[in-house]
């Protein structure tokens, strides 16, 4: 059972950064994908960016160049780091583990939510 709790979320003008933090309460090791999703009001929920547990990345065309997706192992942590915030990242990230295993299936874990509010 794996458990995740995200943080680091607030309110910060345009053009200012912030770092989420997803903590697990077990092991991400085992985890194929880590990632980070948002959702805003009247919008579709979109992924973000991943990393894989070979620590490949990948970004939404909307965030390439201003965040950056990492994690430790050791930690059982991932990070989102966002810099060069719009008002249009406003949203709640929420961070989301997936598990392949047997034969097709697949396990997703999510955390809870953290809200991101960009705003002069």
């Known amino acids: 059972q794996v458990r995740l709790v995200e943080s680091g979320g607030g309110l910060v003008q345009p053009g200012g950064s912030l770092r989420l933090s997803c903590a697990a309460s077990g092991t991400i090791f085992s985890i194929n994908f880590m990632g980070w999703y948002r959702q805003a009001p009247g919008k579709q929920r979109e992924l973000v960016a991943t990393i894989t547990s070979g620590g490949s990345t990948n970004y939404a065309d909307s965030v390439k160049g201003r965040f950056t997706i990492s994690r430790d192992n050791a930690k059982n942590t991932v990070y989102l780091q966002m810099n060069s915030l719009k008002p249009e990242d406003t949203a709640v990230y929420r961070c989301?583990?997936?598990?392949?295993?047997?034969?097709?299936?697949?396990?997703?874990?999510w955390g809870q939510g953290t809200q991101v509010t960009v705003s002069s």
């Open positions: 989301n583990g997936v598990r392949y295993y047997g034969l097709g299936n697949r396990d997703d874990y």
